[in-house]
């Protein structure tokens, strides 16, 4: 049994990936709030270190440090395990995630695309079971809806995966970023991007369909009853869950590692991702300053009656076009 | 056509997008009070200040109008004759006792409109807080003496 290349090699990468991404999730919440604040005109946080740097760092210590209430009504497995159930998700998508050439986060399981899809299904049930496990109407109510939202635009984002895996022929991610594409694929994706973008705003509770946990509705949501260490994690569910998305994004779109000189240097490969995925969540950042709530009812009315058939009628064109084409 | 109402919905989206992206280009409007100080209009009605003439005398003569006029009741005057050798205020009268009570008054400014020799004016000063009720009752010598506010003058 190799033992190096099975076992040893995949431990300390995903222990490098745990804290890229814990840390990554920090700095994004100083980035959100200094952006954030930059859009309405105003400073963000500039009082806790040089330009805010070390807010996150307080912010952690605070909610180490706060007292952990388990309320006594709640189901407690249920109630203490679903944080966890939010977030290990939202980690382990990265596994497949090509970050330089021939080179995937984890471990290339062949798979790449069906992993995706799957876990991100997964991904719903740490916010169903913290609304029902609260025994609160409006937790439970928060998280109806928020589940709703989310396998609802799930059909669009598994239509849109299809049609980039019609295009690339295979269901690795770390095949679709080597291989390279034909000039009129990179358009014909870049039509889809908006409307996959939606999609996945949607996915990760993120304004503008951010209902389930704003906090002028239903309280926190599925959040009302979560304090101290056990918010944090859902928190850093919906943060981490943008970084993953925007990886994602990057990879099936923008074309992941890749830019100039990234085959020679292989350490530029991580760097342009990196980059790419700074610039989508600046897009984020920017959708969320800018656009209204819809109300829930627009909200899926939008996405069955909208999205769903463009992913349709998208899926189709990919299909004639990849055989015609190619 | 549904069709128009997204695309039109589409583009309502770009515009919004794009007022927040040049509210990127433009610098912050947030005043970071202690350390800047804080742009007031020159008639800002802000803490009292009793004010001297050029030679030194106090200008307030003691007539108790202000007093009159506070529709809260701050203020407390109560007045004495000038001696004649050191005369505290060109006039008749002065006031030995003058107090004003910062958590009735409404800062209205009635009282430096009553006063007749423009002595109680109110000036720039917002920052008041104290820890005991006491400290707001500004006395005589307080409002003689009044610190520098932390503030700019902006023009009308």
């Known amino acids: ?326 | 056509m549904a069709l128009k109402e997204y695309i039109k919905g589409a583009v309502e989206i770009g515009r919004a997008m794009g007022v927040t992206l040049k509210n990127l280009t433009e610098k912050p409007v947030t005043v970071e009070y202690p350390f800047e100080p804080v742009p007031v209009y020159p008639r800002f009605r802000g803490k009292h200040e009793l004010r001297r003439y050029e030679n030194g005398l106090e200008r307030c003569i003691g007539c108790m109008l202000c007093e009159a006029a506070c529709p809260t009741g701050a203020i407390y005057v109560e007045a004495a004759e000038n001696d004649p050798e050191n005369p505290t205020s060109p006039g008749e009268r002065y006031a030995k006792i003058y107090e004003i009570n910062l958590l009735r008054c409404v800062f209205c400014g009635d009282c430096e409109e009553a006063c007749p020799t423009e002595a109680i004016v109110l000036g720039h000063d917002f920052a008041m807080a104290n820890y005991n009720r006491r400290d707001f009752i500004l006395t005589k010598e307080e409002l003689l003496n009044p610190g520098e506010p932390n503030v700019i003058i902006r023009p009308e």
């Open chain 1, 1 to 326: 049994m190799d033992w190096l290349n099975l076992i040893v090699f995949p431990i300390l990468r995903t222990v490098v990936l745990f804290l890229v991404l814990l840390t990554g999730f920090a700095y994004l919440t100083w980035f959100e709030r200094k952006l954030l604040a930059r859009f309405h005109v105003r400073y963000g946080p500039n009082r806790a270190g040089k330009f805010g740097l070390l807010q996150p760092v307080a912010d952690a210590v605070k909610a180490m440090f706060k007292e952990e209430i388990v309320p006594s009504h709640v189901d407690k497995p249920i109630y203490l395990i679903a944080p966890a159930l939010a977030l290990i998700p939202a980690l382990i998508i990265w596994a497949v995630i090509p970050v330089a050439k021939d080179t995937p986060a984890i471990a290339d399981v062949g798979i790449g695309f069906l992993w995706i899809l799957a876990v991100a299904g997964l991904e719903s049930y740490g916010l169903i079971l913290a609304g029902w496990s609260s025994n609160n109407n409006y937790s439970l109510l928060g998280a109806l809806r928020s589940s709703a939202q989310m396998i609802s635009y799930e059909l669009p984002l598994g239509l849109f995966l299809v049609s980039v895996l019609i295009l690339a022929g295979s269901f690795s991610l770390v095949d679709l970023v080597d291989n390279p594409r034909a000039w009129w694929e990179w358009l014909w994706l870049w039509v889809a991007f908006p409307f996959f973008f939606i999609c996945i705003l949607a996915e990760t509770n993120r304004s503008p369909f951010d209902l389930p946990e704003t906090e002028n509705e239903l309280v926190a949501g599925y959040q009302t009853e979560y304090g101290g260490i056990k918010f944090s994690l859902f928190y850093m569910a919906e943060y981490i869950n943008m970084i993953t998305t925007s990886a994602i994004m990057a990879t099936l779109f923008f074309g992941g590692w890749r830019g100039p000189f990234a085959e020679e240097f292989v350490w530029l490969g991580p760097v342009y991702l990196f980059i790419k995925v700074v610039v989508l969540l600046f897009l984020f950042v920017w959708v969320r300053a800018s656009i209204s709530r819809p109300r829930y009812d627009q909200l899926m009315r939008f996405g069955w009656k909208f999205l769903l058939p463009v992913g349709i009628v998208y899926m189709a064109i990919t299909a004639v076009l990849a055989v015609l084409l190619k």
